[in-house]
Each structure stands twice: as structure tokens, then as C-alpha cells.
């Protein structure tokens, strides 16, 4: 079946620590996106992808990177400079970037939380 | 700036007591309005799409209506396993030219009990 793969679905990282989040599709869509949700807040967006080697910032970049290597794969590093990374961060992706006809089809979710 | 609230909070139903979730928006042009399903520790889940005041969808025991300010998911007779969180999300058309990217609202944590 097609889908979002995210992993791990939880991480715990270290003061000053690096670490990176994975996020795989089969789905052959264009456009992927990574999402942070924080308990009583809508999503947040954090970058987005509309194709290979292309990836804009989203409303709350700071202290996150990302890479678009293959279309399949879209990465998220939560680098030392982001101060409180403690939430759920989702990967979604549709058919090419802002297309929902049949909205956006997410992760399971990474659960990142500060040690 | 554009903006989406959901109500309430959280629901307490009885299994079979129908009711209705509220999402207001305000944004300077609207594409289209989305609901989404979310289980615990999982991603959301999509539901239904809305383009225009007046429309409405369904599916089960949802029914999703669209006005010019507000949408509601209406729940009828509802079961333990329609327990969640219900996300709306709206479009916002981008006048720069740029993505027109969703907008999430809070959500609202539906409680259902036999």
C-alpha cells in the first residue's frame, strides 16, 4: 500500500545534540512537508518541498534544516539552535505543492522530546 | 491575518447523542476548507474537502457544511470508535503568488462513551 513512512516514532535527544527525523513516500507525489503539532495549537508548517533539490521555508524554520535528495525522501535535522524541540512533528505530502482536493496525506509522526 | 478557531475544546458525548464541532476562519481568500480525523500518536487522516458557502458532504455518520465564515462537522449518533481529534484546516489563497499553504486550526478532542 502507498503511504507516508516516518521513523522513529520516538526520539530523545541530548542538550546541544543534532538529530534527524526520517520521512519516506511511495506515493510518487511531487510536493512533501513537515508539520510541528504542540498540545493546544493547530499544525505548524516548517518547510516544504514542491521538487528535488527545492525546499522553502515555512512559518517556523528556525533551528531546523532539511534535504530533498530523491522525491521519495525528505529529511528534517532538529539542529541545537532550536531551544524547545520538545513535540510531534508530521511529514505530509500531496500530488504537487498547496494540491488538497484530497487533502494531504500525513505520517504516523515522530515524538521528539528533550532529555 | 488569517486565522482558524475550533469549538469547543473537547466533547463529552453519550454513545447516539448527536452534536456539532465548530470551526470559524477568517482569511482574505478562501480555496478551500478541510476536516481531518487524528487518532492518538498517529498523523491525521483526511476527511472531507469544502470549496463553497452552502456545500455539504457526508460519510458515515459525518456531515460536513461550509458558510462564508464558519464550517461544522456534524456527528450523528455517534460511536466509542468515532473518539478523536477533529482538525479543520483551511486554504488561503496566496496573493503574492506564492504556495497557498493550510491552515490548521487547535482541533477539537471528541469523547464518545457507550
Known amino acids: 500500500d502507498g503511504g507516508i513512512t516516518q521513523s522513529p516514532k520516538y526520539l530523545f535527544r541530548k542538550e546541544g545534540q543534532n538529530v534527524t527525523l526520517s520521512c519516506e513516500q511511495n506515493?510518487?507525489?511531487?510536493?512533501m512537508y513537515w508539520y510541528r503539532q504542540d498540545p493546544g495549537q493547530g499544525l505548524r508548517l516548517i518547510y516544504y518541498?514542491?521538487?528535488?533539490?527545492?525546499?522553502q521555508k515555512g512559518d517556523i524554520a528556525e533551528g531546523y534544516s532539511v534535504s530533498r535528495e530523491k522525491k521519495e525522501s525528505f529529511p528534517l535535522t532538529v539542529t541545537s539552535a532550536q531551544k524547545n524541540p520538545t513535540a510531534f512533528y508530521l511529514c505530509?505530502?500531496?500530488?504537487?505543492?498547496?494540491?488538497?482536493?484530497?487533502?494531504?496525506?500525513f505520517g504516523s509522526g515522530t515524538r521528539l522530546t528533550v532529555v | 491575518e488569517d486565522q482558524v478557531t475550533q469549538s469547543p475544546e473537547a466533547l463529552r458525548l453519550q454513545e447516539g447523542e448527536s452534536s456539532s464541532l465548530n470551526c470559524s476562519y477568517t482569511?482574505?481568500?478562501?480555496?478551500?476548507l478541510f476536516w481531518y480525523r487524528q487518532d492518538p500518536g498517529k498523523g491525521p487522516e483526511f476527511l472531507f474537502t469544502?470549496?463553497?458557502a452552502g456545500e455539504e458532504k457526508e460519510k458515515e455518520r459525518l456531515k460536513a457544511t461550509l458558510t462564508k465564515k464558519e464550517s461544522f462537522l456534524h456527528i450523528t449518533a455517534p460511536k466509542p470508535e468515532d473518539s478523536a481529534t477533529y482538525l479543520c484546516?483551511?486554504?488561503?489563497?496566496?496573493?503574492?503568488?506564492?504556495?497557498?499553504?493550510?491552515?490548521f486550526g487547535a482541533g477539537t478532542r471528541l469523547a464518545v462513551h457507550p
Open positions: 506515493l510518487n507525489h511531487d510536493a
Open positions: 505530509a505530502s500531496s500530488p504537487y505543492l498547496g494540491e488538497s482536493n484530497y487533502g494531504y496525506t
Open positions: 482569511v482574505s481568500g478562501l480555496r478551500g
Open positions: 469544502l470549496y463553497s
Open positions: 484546516a483551511v486554504q488561503a489563497l496566496s496573493f503574492s503568488g506564492g504556495y497557498n499553504k493550510l491552515i
Open positions: 518541498s514542491q521538487i528535488v533539490n527545492d525546499f
